[in-house]
């Protein structure tokens, strides 16, 4: 007996785009797994469109059941599905969705992952451990997706794991517009570690403001250190950006280390994804933070916790530009 996790309803959407005005002659259906309902649905609004009619089931003994109810044969699929947690069975979904397109003969499957888990595991550093983003990009491609479309994904060395076009498209924008009049001009923009860097020089340009780098050394997966911080930060607000927060020990430690070098207890957060593993949350608020912004790539609602406030930016408009100019053959450039 199979025990029901989700279905959504759906549609077919050559309505968004008459044949004339695509490069896509084919009919075009976007369907979900499980990951992130509300997503999809937003986007499937920002589309105009119900999102296609799928299966979605786990057996007793944990393994994935989807089942399409609609005929796929000749369409190009948009596949909607964040690989966070729970990561192996969202995965799976993926690719049991992606199998079951591919057998019933769809001409294009797109998957759209606002949350690429694994992400961070994309090299050996020397010991005797998988490269887990490569073997997620490879089962990816081995279940017939011809192309992806991420967002902020963590690394982008990821691009190089798969023999299929792969989009990045980032939520920076749309976050930094979100803060600009929440922060004061003598904000200073943080990269928690020396990897965010990239993404903090990006907030950076857009809302003018100057970098500060946190010298992050990782013991454990829960545990960090920061040692030093390069950029004056005494008397400054600060910004902290991160692509994900996770168990939140990367920010919590960099509080730390930026209230020691003398910034005042004034600090924001932002970051695309929010993993947040149980108590997470609690454990930010707690550190003293006065606002944390996150998108919904991964399911999450706004609240207040003690002093922190949680907002969220959604980014359904931004992928729904994403998915319509791919239907359209266009670039995604813009948004990357
Ligand atoms: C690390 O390189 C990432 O960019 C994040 O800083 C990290 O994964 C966040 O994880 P956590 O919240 O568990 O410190």
Sequence with gaps: MLAPVSEVTSSRVETLMPPAETHVSAPVLLLAGS???????????????????????RFPDGESFVALNEGVRGHEVILLQPTSPPV????????????ACRHAAAERIVAVIPYFGYARSDRRDGRRTPVMASLAATLVQ??????????????????????????????????????RSRISADTIIVAPDVGALRLANRYARHLGLPVA????????????????????????????????????????????ALIEAGAPKEIRVA?????????????????????ILVTDSIPVVPRRLGRAQLDVVSVAPLLATAIRRLLDGGSLRELA
């Design 35 to 57: 990951g992130n309902h509300p997503l999809a649905n937003a986007i499937g609004a920002e589309l105009g469109v119900r999102i296609g009619s799928c299966t979605l089931e």
């Design 142 to 179: 081995t279940a017939g997706i011809d192309q992806v479309v991420t967002l902020d994904v963590h690394t982008p060395t990821i691009e190089g794991f798969f023999r299929v076009p792969v989009d990045n498209v980032t939520a920076v924008p749309l976050l930094a517009e979100a803060l």
């Design 213 to 256: 780098v946190c010298h992050k050394q990782r013991m454990t997966a829960t545990e960090v250190n920061v040692a030093r911080i390069t950029g004056d930060v005494a008397g400054r607000p600060c910004l902290v950006v991160d692509d994900m927060i996770t168990t939140g020990g990367t920010v919590i430690e960099s509080i730390r």
């Design 88 to 99: 192996n069975d969202n995965l799976m979904q993926l690719l049991a969705l992606a199998d």
């Design 271 to 291: 970051a695309t994804h929010a993993v947040l593993v149980p108590g997470a949350l609690e454990r930010i608020a707690d550190a003293g933070i006065e606002e």
